[in-house]
């Protein structure tokens, strides 16, 4: 009578299943994609987190609008992490940024504990270099990474005239 054509159920079924496997695997490669482009973001900021850099100290010169001296100090905590270089960034009492930043990248004495690391070889000598600086922060780079560590704390410099 009719000539119906129809799919039989198992052809429907298999093609079902068919589409969720490619959906399924569309969608784990996607996954994948973004968990292993986020694997080493994460594996610095939890070095970040470990490490323990601070300010110690800052003489901050009236006469010449510069900072003449500045140190920092690495704590205990993320010994294990190598980093390859403290930036020092000067401030006003807003937190504007005075003059340009200072990076230190002697590895051999950033990777030291509980001493203060002298970094006044590394400042700028031009007078006016950070006029207005009156604290200092620094922030760490991760060795192998491409971003900056939070910063730290700031810590007041001294003022000469």
Request: aromatic letters at 4%; proline letters at 4%; a neutral charge.
């Amino acid at each position: 009578m009719f000539n119906k054509k129809a799919v039989s159920d198992v052809v429907s079924t298999v093609l079902i299943i068919l589409l969720v496997v490619a959906a399924i695997a569309i969608i784990g490669a996607i996954v994948l994609n973004t968990v292993n482009k986020a694997g080493p973001k994460v594996d610095t900021a939890v070095a970040c987190q470990s490490l323990d850099i601070k300010p110690n100290a800052c003489v901050y010169d009236t006469s010449d609008g510069r900072v003449t001296s500045a140190s920092f100090v690495r704590g205990a905590g993320g010994s294990d992490v190598t980093v390859s270089k403290v930036t020092a960034i000067f401030q006003d009492d807003s937190g504007v940024t005075k003059g340009s930043s200072v990076e230190y990248s002697n590895t051999a004495e950033i990777a030291k504990t509980f001493s203060a690391v002298d970094i006044t070889a590394t400042l700028p000598t031009a007078p006016n270099a950070q006029s207005g600086a009156k604290r200092m922060i620094v922030a760490a780079t991760i060795s192998g990474a491409t971003e900056i560590c939070p910063a730290s704390l700031p810590v007041t410099c001294s003022v000469v005239a």
